[in-house]
């Protein structure tokens, strides 16, 4: 018989069995005046000054080191005590070194004290970043390590509540549209070659940081896209923020950074454009995804709507959408002379007319309705072809 103990991973600050407010994300847009990076760690809020840090799980002490002066002290701790092999382990950093802290060759426990946090130099920010690392040897010597997963898929709980939020990312668009790999931005109304489409998003934890709520915008684990329109395009992964993260590493991929889409994440903003169709539709951000984009050259001319989603660890999810045109021939006194009669105004003469005029229903989201019965009130649009593709904006009241 085969017994398996399952084992909860908690907060490195106390209570270790509640969600923590966070300061900063995995894979977080961060530029604090040197060059751009994504985040390579959480960063759990200490809110008082010089809070206890406390280990999330039993291991052996590796790594007792800082990257640069007193405020960027940190512990590796590995989960097994292995010299000659590759072993994962929590990294909890600016701890400091002038109070207690475990050192280089401790075991220990789960809950046990590991040291305090330094005050940090910009009031409020005392926090610890947490990461979950990977490295090898007896005794880890230089913070030269590989981040290999977010640490909200792991520790338990996560009481997220709110959901990620859309802003606009082009004047009064929700989406903003380049040239791919340029800064050549395109009217939604005359979308043409091969393009990105830029979102931005930001997510909350919803546990509030009241006297610095910029902090609180950090970004979502995962997002998406997909294209509905005369040719449906099918939802693709656009970034997953969990696993391995060369933070270093292709950050123009993920993010756009220019003086209209202007990426930021420091002490004064966050405001993250993520180009969202700079993916071959798996997890892993490499340097090759940037050639890929929503090609529209030779596609039928019409409507299109798109739809961005983003999630967050928690499972917390949010939509967002806007149609942007492909242009062909003008067909308005045909759409005139087309919708000349009246649009029903039964449900059950909706479908029936669609079929006349060999349209279909679409709501604002963009998804095809397929049983006009179960329709509620809102908007919708019409899409059929009169000598072109058309569209319809129509308001149903029940």
Known sequence: MIILFLFEIGWPLAPQNSTHPLGNNWGEFQDYGGWPYMHPGIDVMGMDIGKPVYAVQRGF??????????????????????????????????????????????????????????????????????????????????????????????????????????????????????????????????????????????????????????????????????????????EKLSFLFKGYLYYTNNIGVVYKDDAICDSRGDYEYRDYYFIVTNTDGDSLIEATDAAYSWNTNGLTPGNYWIIVKAWDAAGNEAKDSMMVTIPGPSVEEGEKKFFSNKIPSHLKDIGQFLKRINGRLYDINGRAVNNVCLLNSGVYFILYNNNGLCYKKVIIVK
């Open 61 to 234: 002490v590796k790594a007792w080191l800082t990257t640069s002066g007193e405020y960027h002290w940190r512990l590796a701790i590995a989960d097994t005590n292995i010299a000659n092999d590759s072993v994962e382990a929590w990294l909890y950093a600016h701890i400091d070194p002038n109070q207690y802290h475990k050192d280089i060759g401790d075991t220990v426990n789960a809950g046990d004290l590991i040291g305090y946090l330094v005050p940090w130099p910009v009031s409020g920010f005392d926090h610890c970043h947490f990461a979950r690392i990977k490295d090898i040897g007896a005794v880890w010597q230089y913070a030269d390590w590989a981040f290999v997963q977010n640490p909200l898929v792991i520790i338990t709980p996560y009481d997220d509540t709110a959901k990620p939020v859309f802003e606009n990312a082009y004047g009064s668009y929700k989406f903003a549209l380049c040239q791919n790999n340029t800064n050549t931005y395109l009217n939604p109304d005359n979308v043409t070659g091969a393009v990105d489409i830029i979102a931005k998003i930001y997510d909350k934890t919803g546990i509030p940081l009241p006297q610095y709520p910029v902090w609180e915008r950090m970004i979502p684990l995962g997002i998406s896209y997909e294209i509905h329109g005369p040719v449906n395009f099918p």
